[in-house]
C-alpha cells in the first residue's frame, strides 16, 4: 500500500455509466466525505487510475499513482457522488481507457480539489474545446441571472454539440473542425478577446484546451489584464493526434 496520500485522497466506486455523447463518457464515483469537493472555487480532481491488468485499486493513493485531472462536472456531496465527463479520444491513455472499461463496481482514486473557475465579472468570454465543456457547462450553471457574454466550443464533429443551461444573456457558438476547420475557432475567440476588452470594461475570460491552441490565444490576451483571464492548457497533442 502505498503511504505519501494525496490532499483529499479517498477511494471512490463507479455507481453509473452514461454515454452522453458520441465521444463523452459520464461515470459517477460514490464515495464517503465528498464535501471538501463541493466548491466553485476548485471545480477539478486529480484522478488516481488503478491498473487496468490488475483492475484493483488496493495500491492507488500515492505520489506514484498514474493520475489525470478531470472536471467535478456535479457534485452531491450529501448523496456521495461525483459525475465526471471524459473525452474518449482515439490515443490511447490510462484516464479514457479506464473511462471506456468501467462497470459498476470498479474502484478508483480521487484527491484534490484544485484548479480555477471563474471570477465575478458583467461579461464573460468562455471558450474551449471537448475537454473543457464539462467545466463550462458548470460554470455556466453557477453565474448570476443578469451576466452577459460569449461562450465558443470547438468539437470534433456535430455529435459532440449538446444544449447548455446558461444565463439568457450568454450566446453559445459551436465550432465543429470536422466542418468548419480549427482555425475558425481561434479566430472566433481572438476576435470575442478583443471586442469583449474593448467594450467590456468588467469581464473576465476563461480559455481552455489543447497546449497549442491556449498558446495560440496568448498574444491576443496581451489587450487585457492578468487578473482578468485565465488561459490553462488541459492536453497536449502529440503528432500522432493532431
Ligand atoms: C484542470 C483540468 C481539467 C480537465 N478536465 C477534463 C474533463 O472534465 N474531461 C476530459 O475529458 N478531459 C479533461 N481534462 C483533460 C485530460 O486530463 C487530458 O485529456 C488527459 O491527457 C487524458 O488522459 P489520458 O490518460 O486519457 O491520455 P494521456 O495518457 O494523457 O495521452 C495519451 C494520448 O492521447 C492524447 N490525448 C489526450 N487527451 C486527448 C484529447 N482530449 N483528445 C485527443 N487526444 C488526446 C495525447 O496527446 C496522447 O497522444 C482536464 C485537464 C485539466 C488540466
Known sequence: MNTAREAGF?????????????RMHRLRLAGENLLRFDTPANLHLRLHIPDAAQKTAARV????????????RRIDA?????????????AAGPACDFARRARVGDVCGISGPCGLGVKPAR??????????LPAIARILETLPREARGTVLIETLDADGV???ARPDGIDLCWFCRHQRGHDDFIAAAEKAISTLAGEAEDHF????????????LRPALKVTQKRRYI???????????R
Do not use: K, M, P
Open 10 to 22: 479517498r477511494l471512490v466506486t463507479v455507481v453509473a455509466t452514461q454515454r452522453i455523447s458520441a
Open 61 to 72: 493513493g500515492g505520489r506514484e499513482d498514474i493520475t489525470r485531472y478531470y472536471t467535478i
Open 78 to 90: 450529501e448523496r456521495g457522488w461525483i459525475d465526471v465527463d471524459f473525452v474518449l479520444h482515439e
Open 123 to 132: 461579461d464573460y468570454l468562455l471558450a474551449g474545446d471537448e475537454t473543457a
Open 162 to 164: 449538446c444544449d447548455l
Open 205 to 216: 475570460i476563461w480559455i481552455a484546451g489543447e497546449f497549442s491552441d491556449c498558446e495560440a
Open 231 to 241: 488561459n490553462v492548457a488541459y492536453w497536449r497533442a502529440t503528432e500522432a493526434v
